[in-house]
């Protein structure tokens, strides 16, 4: 009897060393290959097109082309893509992007050697694998609205440190129209201040600094 194809995985991170070691893993299974690799997003586009994998790991933070970019541009062409999200990072923001782009499922970093291999096996066969930890930190904030792209303008000179009115004059707003946008960030990060309201934005990797 013949035994089914082993699955077949596209590895893209941006560290040399992860990527071995997650190659390493893979290749030591029976019923999984490695298909390739790739060192940043703009590469996992490419390298998915060529391979069509049956299941890519790519990380969520790299350079040139993020991973939760990469994968909108993966899913837009291919929206059956079976792609797992690794992070090192719980921030809630960068992983609802993911949950919306289509991401099949999420590794934490810290538990990789405990969950790879059983992640890859449930999301090839059409399983939603998201860690407890990231589920919770997205229930947490699933009923709040996100943030209009002027309310992150506004927090992120709020984060450099200016005041209402210097935000005002680099936006060429009424400073009036910059409290109102900071009352509606305060209350949909439900912070208590404006400092807060940064250190939850960070927090959560809605801004970066």
Avoid: C, W
């Avoid at 893979?26 to 940043?40: H, V």
């Avoid at 009115?165 to 009352?183: C, D, G, N, P, Y």
Wanted: proline share 4%.
């Amino acid at each position: 009897m013949e035994s089914p194809r082993p699955i077949s995985v596209l590895v893209v991170d941006d560290h040399p060393l992860l990527r071995a070691g997650l190659g390493e893993a893979i290749s030591s299974q029976d019923d999984m290959r490695l298909a390739g690799e790739a060192s940043n997003g703009r590469e996992a586009v490419e390298r998915y097109q060529e391979l069509r994998p049956d299941v890519t790991i790519m990380d969520i933070a790299m350079p040139e082309l993020d991973g939760v970019a990469a994968l909108q541009r993966i899913r837009g062409e291919h929206s059956d893509a079976r792609v797992i999200m690794l992070t090192t990072y719980k921030g809630d923001a960068q992983i609802l992007r993911a949950v919306q782009a289509g991401a099949a499922g999420f590794l934490l970093k810290s538990t990789l050697r405990r969950e790879l291999l059983d992640t890859v096996r449930g999301v090839h066969i059409g399983q939603r694998r998201i860690p407890p930890e990231i589920a919770m930190e997205l229930a947490q904030h699933m009923g709040q609205g996100p943030l209009s792209p002027r309310e992150m303008e506004v927090l992120n000179h709020a984060a450099g440190g200016n005041s209402n009115r210097r935000i005002a004059e680099h936006l060429s707003i009424s400073e009036e129209t910059v409290k109102a946008h900071m009352k509606n960030v305060l209350s949909k990060l439900a912070a208590n201040d404006r400092t807060h309201a940064v250190t939850i934005a960070l927090k959560r990797g809605i801004i970066t600094i």
